[in-house]
Nanobody, 115 residues
């Protein structure tokens, strides 16, 4: 079992920045990959960024050059630095982890970008 707890969401003006954090606990040594997804009202959940245990990173085209995913293994924490935020980035952001072929999700954190 893996538990994920996100934090760092909030209200920010367009062009601003936020950093999301995701603290992982439980069977963290079995985690193969982690990532961030988001879901805007009335839309499907979509991938934002992922990072594998080997350090391979993937971004959605819509966030490339603006968002940076990273992790601190010593703190068992995943981050998402979000810069140059746009109103279309408004969504609930979810942390996810893949462990032993099973996916785990956090409870989500709301990010609202005002234009």
């Amino acid at each position: 079992q893996v538990q994920l707890v996100e934090s760092g969401g909030g209200l920010v003006q367009a062009g601003g920045s936020l950093r999301l954090s995701c603290a992982a606990s439980g069977n963290i040594f079995s985690i193969n990959a982690m990532g961030w997804y988001r879901q805007a009202p009335g839309k499907q959940r979509e991938l934002v960024a992922t990072i594998t245990s080997g350090g391979r990173i993937n971004y959605a085209d819509s966030v490339k050059g603006r968002f940076t995913i990273s992790r601190d293994n010593a703190k068992n924490t995943l981050y998402l630095q979000m810069n140059s935020l746009k109103s279309e980035d408004t969504a609930v952001y979810y942390c996810t982890a893949l462990s032993l072929s099973r996916g785990y999700w956090g409870q989500g954190t709301q990010v609202t970008v005002s234009s």
